[in-house]
């Protein structure tokens, strides 16, 4: 097996042993993203929806840096703080990758006790790319 990193400066950068994603063979797998600001490194100011649009321009930036994008995603998992936050966050991912014409990703939905620096929600992707 052999595996790449993806980095970006597009997306926040990778404060630990880990890649922002990881292409193998034909499959690009993110890290977790949160609601960071890749300029800053801070946390986006707003509620559940502007940190899942924040998530998903950071996870956008990965793919499009690994040769893949968002309608090349198979299978999402999502990490919610609060699970009374999922009709905000499921509108704002419906806008990412369930828009008119596409097939939806799978996806995973779980309510967790803590986030990295206590944001709302994280989220992560593995697409397709082109060989």
Do not use: H, W
């Not at 922002?20 to 509620?47: E, H, K, N, S, Y």
Request: charged share 20%; net charge negative.
């Amino acid at each position: 097996m052999s595996k790449e990193a993806i980095a970006t400066a597009k997306a926040p950068a990778a404060i630990g042993p880990y890649s922002q994603g990881v292409r193998t063979g034909c499959l690009i797998f993110t890290a977790g993203q949160i609601a960071l600001d890749p300029a800053t490194q801070d946390v986006v100011t707003g509620g559940i929806a502007e940190q899942t649009a924040r998530v998903f321009e950071n996870l956008k930036a990965i793919l499009e840096s690994a040769g893949s994008n968002l309608d090349r995603v198979v299978k999402a998992t999502v990490f919610l703080k609060d699970f009374n936050d999922f009709a905000a966050m499921n509108k704002v991912y419906g806008s990412y990758l369930a828009g008119e014409g596409k097939t939806p990703p799978a996806r995973t939905t779980v309510e967790v006790s803590r986030l990295p620096k206590d944001v709302l929600v994280e989220i992560d992707l593995v697409a397709e790319v082109g060989a």
